[in-house]
Each structure stands twice: as C-alpha cells, then as structure tokens.
C-alpha cells in the first residue's frame, strides 16, 4: 500500500500547454509533473511529451497549426515526509501559419517542486476488511528562467504570438498546489488543484495566472512479474489574462477540460509510463484555437 501511496504522489498534476496560437502565445508556458512512478528513495528518467494546436481567425485569413515536442531528465528524491522533484526540458516547436514556417529549439525552463506529507492514514487490510489509505499533500515550487526566451520585437510581423514559439517564458514562476488520495483495495481516487503565479518577463509578457484542477480513478493489479496501474481521469486548466507591456492581450483568457487515460506498467526498479490527453470542451481565444491532443511516453529508474 505504501508503494502505491507513493506511486500516486502528485499523480494528476498534469496539464496541456495553452493557448499556443499566434495570437495569445502561451505554448511554452506550461508545466507538467505527470504520473510518477513507485519508489521508496528516488527516481530518474526521461520522459517525452507532443501536443499540438489548430487556430483559424474568424475572417479566415489568419491560420496557425502548432506542434510542441518536449524530451525532459526528471527525478525524484524522497526523506521522510519530504519530496522534492526537478524537471528540465529540452523543447522543439514547429509552427505553420500564414506567415510560414517557424521551427525552434533549445532547452527549456527548469522547475523544482517540494511537497509535504500533512497528514496520511492507513490500515492493512484482512481476509474480511480491505485495506486504506487516506493522504493530503501541500507543496509548492519554483520555474527558473533558464531557457531562451528573446523574441524580436521590431520584427514587422511580430505578434505576443512569438513569445509561444521559444522554449523558455523569460520569467520565474510560482506554483502552491494541494492533493488529496483515496485508495481502498487495489482502487483509488486522486483530487489535485494547484494555482500557477506568473511573473512578467524582461521583454514584459506576463502569461495569465493558471488554475488546475483534475481528479482520476485507478486501479492496481499484478501480473506475473508485472505491477500494472491502468487510470482514467479529467482535467482542467483555467487560464487568466495574459498582458503585454502592462495592457491586457484581448481575449487572452480561456480553459481547457480534457479527458485522460492513462497506463503505467512497474517491473522492479523499471517503469514504463504512457499518457493521453483529448479535449472534452474548451474554449481559447473565443473559439478560434482548438487543442487537439496530447501524448506522453515515458521511461524511469527507481531506487
């Protein structure tokens, strides 16, 4: 039970990027904790992530399809109550629109989360009785801006767009987040909601503050050598208004409610861990960007 309290750690903080068009520019300000695999002192791995956007200006003479790959080192390190967690990711974006082709790459904004074990109840199960577990995690972290954020600004056809094409924000954010899991038997349910601060960045871009909320159901079994966790859940983020040189980016604001399903597969110390996202109802840039899907694929080593 142990084992699966840990493995369930931050399972669902977990998020699309937003908003990546060229009119709101939010693609590369998303972050990403995702499934975490069961260890009992630390973890190591490399995961890789795609998501992709679709925009169309209501005129139709404006277009953009947006692809992000992101290829990032996790790790987790885990005393006692205490967890921290790091992440840096290497980001590649292709980008077709009407103005043509844009492709760039670099490594991308490093973040650094830490939790706290508030308080965690369990009781082993018998022959009449299944087993329980009942924990809540408080925590919070820090995005530095270590990727390359400039964009050219005297560009003629430069759009706050641009600010989504590069792999790091140019800003150092701030995230506080709490989650709750219930897990009965081989079952549970994982709550977490969590609010990202952003802060303006040295080409003043400010991406819109963030609000996640998901919840997912899970089940364990094991099959020969084999533990597998299969996991189905929902997922939203709320994002408010972006601003550029302290003014408002017009309808900049919007959401995202998306469907998960998920599958993690643990032979000793190795995982295999594979998410996807799709969109349930959303609404960016009123309407006009559409989030398609995104996919995670990733590999760890636990120790």
């Known amino acids: 039970m142990k084992k699966i309290v840990v493995f369930l750690y931050l399972l669902f903080l977990s998020v699309p990027s937003l908003v990546a068009c060229p009119f709101c520019g939010c693609g590369n300000s998303n972050f990403q904790v995702g499934i975490l695999p069961t260890y009992s002192n630390a973890f190591i791995g490399v995961r890789y992530s795609y998501s992709n956007f679709n925009t169309l200006s209501t005129d139709g003479t404006q277009f953009s399809h947006d692809y992000f790959h992101t290829t990032e080192i996790w790790g987790g390190y885990k005393v006692g109550k205490f967890q921290i967690m790091g992440f840096l990711p290497y980001i590649t974006s292709h980008k077709l629109s009407d103005d043509g082709d844009i492709n760039k790459s670099g490594i991308g904004d490093l973040l650094v989360l830490g939790n706290y074990e508030m308080f965690s109840v369990t009781k082993v199960g018998s022959e009449s009785q299944k087993s329980l577990s009942n924990a809540l995690w408080l925590g919070g972290g820090i995005k530095f801006h270590t990727g390359q954020s400039t964009v050219d600004v005297n560009d003629p056809d430069f759009t706050v767009g641009d600010f989504s094409s590069t792999p790091g924000t140019g800003s150092t954010d ?91 597969l643990q032979r000793d110390k190795l995982g295999l861990l594979v998410n996807g996202f799709l969109p349930v109802t959303q609404d960016l840039f009123v309407g006009q960007t559409q989030f398609k899907q995104r996919v995670s694929v990733a590999l760890t080593y636990s120790f």
Do not use: C
Not at 179 to 204: D, E, F, K, P, S
Not at 209 to 216: D, G, P, S
């Open 174 to 264: 701030y995230i506080l987040n709490a989650m709750h899991n219930l897990i009965i038997g081989n079952n549970g349910l994982v709550t977490n909601m969590a609010y990202r601060i952003n802060t303006v960045n040295t080409q003043q871009f400010q991406y819109g503050n963030r609000i996640y909320l998901n919840a997912a159901y899970f089940h364990s079994w094991s099959a020969g050598s084999f533990i597998i966790r299969p996991s189905a859940g929902l997922n939203l983020v709320v994002n408010e208004t972006n601003r550029y040189q302290g003014q408002d980016v017009a309808d900049s604001k919007g959401y995202i409610l998306s469907g998960m399903a998920g599958l993690n």
